[in-house]
């Protein structure tokens, strides 16, 4: 017994001393006066500088000294070129033009950052970077030359980048860390180039983890406090590790210390593509979704407590039109992971290869439903409106029996008059066919229901709407005091998202 707690003592003992050694080394390693510069050292010479070049394409004009860089008024790099070269870019003065025209020199067009990620020369970064670049130039530090880059793989709608570059030096490539561990509150490092001022380190902490953003379709922004400027972009977000969990993209102008980051594990699901063939080739539902409110789960009969998100539309000819969906369709889950937001939707189907199967549950008309759907391939040019046959220019008049007014709108069928009222040019109006509203009656049911002026009505209650007839029928029909209503908000393209909302009196 003795022997057995003398054994027990000189473990606790080893154990102790042990903790107390790996706290001593954590301490010498990062001490408040040292801060992240060990971290710095060891990742920072895997961070560029990117400069990308292109010819105007057309005549600079402009005043005499002033600003005369291909880029466009409000770019946030004119303020950094007009102050290092004298009020103008390099190149010809545009107020002494030759008797015959001469081919120009690229002209800087913009500056980010990338961070190398192997040995071979493999270096990430935001597409918007080099995107319309006729020339990338690559910097490792700032007393170095720059050296000609390949891009290898783009990826517009992640807005990410593969760039490839020959050096005569070893690579620093900085390891991709998960996205996913990393935690709210947690320190982070972001290197850069904030407006072309070269490597720059600044620090804060992961404020947030899975944001919305329209611009970003196909995942949810990281969200930091670590400063990021314009020339940040495509630089890394770093965890304590020295590990990538983002790629720095983008900022909120109307505050400080809101940056987005592009999370890391949506990047390596789409390397080996951006790697083989240049381009991401993504799995393609062919759907439109928007959100289900309390008022629409009651309208759809859905069972208390059903989360997931409505088909809005259904793009004919693609995997869902082929599977059966139909709009009102809830989706609640995607191979057996839950859906809860329109976005849950986009990344699950993306993120599944084209021409492999899915398994979607939904309701529809309050009944739970399976279907395996095999995807197609996500456009590269999404467009969220669908043509229709030319219209008549003249307008139809309502009948004296309107319904409309009851629930306090007017509406017309699209034509050219009523095209030029809201600004669509006559060719997309052509390819609108169906009712525009019009008009709405402050206070009334439409108006306090959502429904704004220029949307096109669909269907009303399942009923689809091409004529004012139909509608007017449709608005006939409803039993109760309110009714489902899916609308297109129409843009100045003639196209435009596609939504729902629900029609009802007071």
Not at 133 to 151: G, L, R, S, T, Y
Not at 168 to 173: E, Y
């Amino acid at each position: 017994m003795l022997l057995l707690t003398c054994t027990f003592v000189k473990t606790m003992n080893l154990i102790l001393q042990f903790l107390i050694l790996a706290i001593a080394t954590q301490a010498n390693a990062q001490t408040p006066e040292r801060g992240f510069s060990d971290l710095v050292k060891r990742v920072g010479g895997g961070v560029v500088n990117i400069s990308t070049f292109a010819r105007p394409k057309f005549p600079r004009r402009g005043p005499p000294g002033g600003f005369q860089g291909p880029m466009d008024p409000n770019d946030p790099f004119r303020n950094f070129f007009e102050e290092f070269f004298g009020g103008r870019l390099p190149g010809p003065r545009p107020e002494s033009p030759s008797p015959q025209p001469r081919p120009q020199k690229s002209q800087p067009f913009a500056l980010g950052t990338g961070f190398v990620i192997d040995e071979t020369g493999l270096i990430l970064t935001n597409h918007h970077v080099i995107g319309g670049a006729e020339e990338v130039k690559i910097q490792f530090n700032e007393d170095d030359e720059f050296v000609p880059a390949e891009v290898i793989g783009r990826d517009p709608e992640l807005d990410v980048a593969l760039l490839s570059v020959k050096a005569k030096s070893k690579l620093t490539p900085i390891p991709l860390g998960d996205s996913e561990r990393i935690e709210v509150g947690e320190y982070v490092l972001a290197i850069g180039n904030p407006l072309g001022y070269g490597h720059t380190v600044t620090h804060g902490i992961l404020s947030a983890k899975e944001r919305k953003a329209p611009e970003m379709r196909l995942a949810k922004y990281l969200q930091t406090d670590a400063s990021i400027n314009p020339g940040n972009s495509g630089g890394p977000l770093l965890n304590m590790k020295g590990e990538v969990i983002g790629i720095n993209n983008a900022i909120d102008a109307r505050g400080q210390g809101i940056g987005f980051a592009i999370p890391i594990n949506t990047v390596k699901q789409i390397l080996p593509q951006l790697k083989a063939k240049g381009s991401v080739s993504r799995g393609y539902l062919g759907v439109s979704a928007g959100e289900v409110n309390e008022e629409i789960a009651v309208q759809l009969e859905l069972p208390a407590g059903t989360k997931g998100v409505m088909v809005a539309e259904v793009i004919p000819g693609e995997a869902a039109d082929k599977a059966g969906l139909k709009p009102y369709d809830v989706i609640t889950s995607v191979n057996g992971e839950k859906v809860a937001a329109p976005i849950d939707l986009t990344t699950k189907i993306t993120a599944v290869k084209v021409g492999d199967s899915v398994e979607i549950r939904y309701f529809r008309k309050g009944k739970e439903k399976n279907v395996k759907v095999k995807l197609g391939e996500r456009p590269k040019q999404l467009a969220d409106g669908a043509g229709g046959e030319s219209q008549t220019p003249e307008r139809k008049k309502k009948t004296t029996d309107n319904p409309l007014k009851e629930w306090g709108f007017d509406a017309e069928e699209m034509n050219e008059s009523l095209a030029r009222d809201f600004g669509i040019p006559i060719e997309s109006a052509k390819k609108i066919k169906g009712v525009v509203v019009t008009d709405l009656a402050f206070g009334k049911a439409a108006a306090e229901s959502g429904l704004n002026r220029g949307d096109l009505i669909l269907d009303v209650g399942g009923k689809e709407i091409k004529t004012l007839g139909n509608l007017e029928e449709a608005l006939r029909a409803i039993k109760g005091k309110s009714t489902m209503v899916r609308i297109r908000r129409l843009s100045p393209g003639g196209d435009g998202p596609v939504n729902v909302i629900v029609l009802k009196k007071e």
